[in-house]
């Protein structure tokens, strides 16, 4: 089960982290991501990590701007999101696959095993 949490109002070039934490099931292997689907679009790949090595992939729109960040302890994974833009908004969903798997995979959702249930994220211009 994933929880997904930390999503709010904020100002555009304001920041937000978003938390993802892991329970009942071991990701430990795997690779944890971010998407986000705004209104009337499809849903985007925004980061992933993987557990082991803490390799990071971001997608186009967010690279530079976004962190995405693992801690072990806690089975949880955070995005950083920073110099936000109105088109950020969206419902931001986690997701996590048991598998290490390889760039092409981490980006398509369809390859994901579990999701949390979403966190909005509103910028405001």
């Known amino acids: 089960q994933l929880q997904a949490s930390g999503g709010g109002l904020v100002q555009a070039g304001g920041s937000l982290r978003l938390s993802c934490a892991a329970s009942g099931r071991t990701f430990s292997s795997g690779t944890m991501a971010w998407f986000r689907q705004a209104p009337g679009k499809e849903r985007e790949f925004v980061a992933a990590i993987r557990w082991l090595g803490g390799n990071t992939y971001y997608g186009d729109s967010v690279k530079g701007r976004f962190t995405i960040s693992k801690e072990h302890a806690k089975n949880t994974v955070y995005l950083q999101m920073n110099s936000l833009k109105p088109e950020d908004t969206a419902v931001y969903y986690c997701?996590?696959?048991?598998?290490?798997?390889?760039?092409?995979?981490?980006?398509?959702?369809?390859?994901?095993?579990?999701w949390g249930q979403g966190t909005l994220v509103t910028v405001s211009s």
């Open positions: 997701a996590a696959n048991s598998r290490a798997g390889i760039p092409v995979l981490m980006r398509q959702d369809s390859w994901y095993e579990s």
